[in-house]
């Protein structure tokens, strides 16, 4: 299954979801930037709320697309002990990006939502969505992340995944998934157009989805 962008991918994420239509405990997550638009979709077509969750991957030195785990709001970190242990990273070598990245993650969040607070989840149905799973450690920071705020279930959602790293997330919460290809590679591979998603971009996602719930 290929996807038209991250739009159409939202679309039709937000078909498998169409049960947590009209819930007023639900709240939809985007993971930025990527998943933003996708959790745009999802979240306008549920009739949910639509918020922000700033969780930045620790890149392998050298090879940044590859995460050995991952930084969430609050000090949360992830690592994948596979791929940090596998190619001999150094725990000097792991500070330093988790300091150079928890830098963008502040940035991100002052961009983001400002001096908003985030939104209270207790006792809600939290929707964690990104634009595709590869290892995992982004979306396993977010949901540890959140598992602290108390909500009553969290899901998580996205549009193509690997399907080792479904099995392994399903550990940690429900997981709705469109596609779970054998041969994964990378998550660009199943984007006809996945194009880099700006902080504007992102800022004008919240912005529009925050009036249309002011104008349900």
Same mark, same amino acid.
């Given at each position: 299954?290929?996807?038209?962008?991250?739009?159409?991918?939202?679309?039709?994420?937000?078909?498998?979801?169409?049960?947590?239509?009209?819930?007023?405990?639900?709240?939809?997550?985007?993971?930025?930037?990527?998943?933003?638009?996708?959790?745009?979709?999802?979240?306008?077509?549920?009739?949910?709320?639509?918020?922000?969750?700033?969780?930045?991957?620790?890149?392998?030195?050298?090879?940044?697309?590859?995460?050995?785990?991952?930084? +969430? *709001?609050?000090?949360? &970190?992830? %690592?994948?002990?596979?791929?940090? $242990?596998?190619?001999?990273?150094? #725990? =000097? /070598?792991?500070?330093?990006?988790?300091?150079?990245?928890?830098?963008?993650?502040?940035?991100?969040?002052?961009?983001?939502?400002?001096?908003?607070?985030?939104?209270?989840?207790?006792?809600?149905?939290?929707?964690?969505?990104?634009?595709?799973?590869?290892?995992?450690?982004?979306?396993?920071?977010?949901?540890?992340?959140?598992?602290?705020?108390?909500?009553?279930?969290?899901?998580?959602?996205?549009?193509?995944? +690997? *399907?080792?790293?479904? &099995?392994? %997330?399903?550990?940690?919460?429900? $997981?709705?998934?469109?596609?779970? #290809? =054998? /041969?994964?590679?990378?998550?660009?591979?199943?984007?006809?157009?996945?194009?880099?998603?700006?902080?504007?971009?992102?800022?004008?996602?919240?912005?529009?989805?925050?009036?249309?719930?002011?104008?349900?």
């Amino acid at each position: 299954m290929q996807f038209q962008d991250r739009r159409d991918a939202g679309k039709q994420l937000a078909a498998k979801l169409a049960g947590y239509a009209d819930d007023p405990s639900v709240l939809v997550l985007g993971l930025p930037r990527g998943g933003v638009p996708v959790a745009y979709e999802v979240a306008r077509a549920l009739h949910a709320p639509l918020d922000v969750l700033v969780v930045r991957k620790l890149g392998v030195p050298g090879h940044r697309e590859l995460a050995m785990g991952a930084i +969430a *709001s609050g000090g949360l &970190r992830v %690592l994948n002990a596979d791929v940090t $242990v596998g190619l001999r990273i150094s #725990p =000097a /070598e792991v500070e330093s990006v988790a300091a150079r990245e928890l830098l963008e993650l502040e940035r991100q969040q002052r961009a983001y939502r400002g001096n908003v607070p985030f939104p209270e989840l207790a006792g809600r149905t939290v929707i964690v969505v990104d634009d595709g799973l590869a290892t995992g450690s982004t979306m396993r920071a977010a949901v540890r992340a959140l598992g602290q705020r108390g909500p009553q279930r969290i899901i998580i959602a996205a549009p193509v995944a +690997a *399907s080792e790293t479904v &099995r392994s %997330l399903g550990e940690e919460a429900d $997981v709705v998934c469109l596609s779970t #290809p =054998a /041969e994964f590679q990378a998550v660009s591979t199943w984007y006809q157009d996945f194009s880099q998603i700006s902080d504007e971009e992102v800022r004008h996602l919240l912005e529009s989805a925050s009036h249309a719930a002011y104008s349900r």
